[in-house]
């Protein structure tokens, strides 16, 4: 059972890894600066709603100015048809060029993330990235989206407003998405303005403004740094909302627990949902090298891969204004804090399988103790070897 389990995800992971990112051109005529590209980010996606997505997108360019793109997807456990579309057009003036941008269609929308959702312009709500494998607690959001990103040197700014209908998938527990104890959910209306900021130096931000008075404020720096033969990845992220902020704009301070893949920037320890925060603070430090000691294992046992021990530690802190925990939501915890501390070590890139590389890993939680024991679990690493 374990077996066939682990295998039908390292299989998954290969072909998402292998895909992710990358386009290919269909056609292409220089001369009048026209191109349509096959979108392979499209074509396979996974969370707990759909399980398995399959689908297709096209990306048109026009005199390097003009981008519309389009995709549909199919999600296997629900049943449900996704897609959507839109249009992009770049100024020519500024420094690097104002970019105007509308898109729409029908997506998921992942509730109570700690991520800085708006990236992409084209995507009104982007779960696309394996991020998302333990995500359970969903908008199901048809609406539309416009903006404008402007680029300086350094940095990168995104304003956006979105406008959509939405239900909202209470079910964690995937009985049928809109039945609950068989009354159909009904749908609202919402809207957002969110202002977003990227740096080359690794810092990001954004604040969102909801309906009824609802924001949130989300920073984060995720930077690498060498240091002689090793690598030190530092992940650093805060956030806090309104305090009459509904449940899908907090901040899921759980983790991963339960799954048998390890994620970068995450608590591997804790639940999803096991603790959500209207306030909180993340930090990841992680040293990585390429160890000489594990030659011999690439030339004689795995020809190609690239072992990279690794240590790190990762701290967690939530809070709650008020006793709003939902239980129907989170049923782990009903504390007003959260404080949470766990270690890891593992190798990844043991054995390399087409463009991925397959590790191991291990992480504990000390504190605070389950039931006066320590929380542990063994998971497999997984990244794309470029």
């Not at 996974?46 to 297709?56: I, P, Q």
């Not at 509308?102 to 800085?116: D, M, Q």
């Not at 990103?149 to 939405?166: K, P, S, W």
Request: proline letters at 4%.
């Amino acid at each position: 059972m374990w077996l066939r389990r682990i295998m039908m995800i390292v299989a998954m992971l290969t072909l998402a890894c292998s895909a992710k990112g990358q386009n290919m051109s269909l056609y292409n005529n220089p001369k009048a600066r026209v191109s349509l590209s096959f979108d392979f980010d499209r074509v396979w996606n996974y969370n707990l709603y759909e399980r398995s997505r399959w689908g297709a997108g096209l990306e048109l360019s026009i005199h390097d100015s003009v981008n519309i793109e389009g995709y549909v997807g199919y999600g296997v456990r629900d049943q449900q048809w996704k897609g959507g579309g839109g249009v992009s057009w770049t100024l020519p003036f500024g420094h690097r060029g104002g970019t105007v941008f509308l898109s729409g269609g029908r997506e998921y929308y992942a509730a109570a993330s700690r991520r800085i959702q708006h990236s992409n312009v084209f995507n009104i709500t982007d779960i696309s990235g394996l991020s998302s494998f333990m995500t359970q607690l969903m908008d199901d959001r048809t609406g539309i989206s416009a903006g404008y990103l402007f680029r300086t040197r350094n940095a990168t700014y995104i304003v956006e407003g979105r406008a959509f209908r939405y239900y909202r998938l209470y079910d964690r527990w995937l009985r049928p998405l809109y039945l609950v104890d068989g009354a159909e959910l009904s749908r609202s209306d919402g809207y957002e303005v969110s202002l977003s900021m990227h740096r080359r130096s690794g810092f990001s931000s954004e604040l969102l403004l909801a309906k009824d008075y609802e924001w949130r404020l989300l920073a984060q720096y995720d930077h690498r740094f060498g240091v002689g033969p090793f690598d030190l990845y530092a992940f650093a992220q805060a956030g806090i909302c309104s305090r009459d902020a509904s449940f899908f704009y907090q901040f899921d301070l759980g983790g991963t627990y339960g799954s048998p893949l390890w994620f970068r920037n995450s608590m591997l320890t804790l639940y999803p949902y096991e603790f959500v925060a209207q306030y909180f603070a993340f930090g990841s430090l992680r040293l990585q090298t390429h160890n000489p000691l594990f030659k011999w294992w690439n030339k004689t046992l795995a020809v190609g891969s690239n072992p990279r021990p690794m240590i790190g530690v990762n701290g967690a802190y939530g809070g709650k204004y008020n006793d709003n925990t939902y239980p129907e939501y989170t049923p782990f915890s009903d504390e007003m804090t959260m404080p949470a501390v766990e270690f890891m070590a593992g190798i990844d890139g043991l054995i390399r399988w087409g463009v991925a590389d397959y590790g191991v890993a291990f992480a504990f939680r000390p504190w605070p103790l389950e039931e006066g024991k320590m929380r542990s679990v063994l998971l497999f690493t997984a990244a794309l070897a470029m």
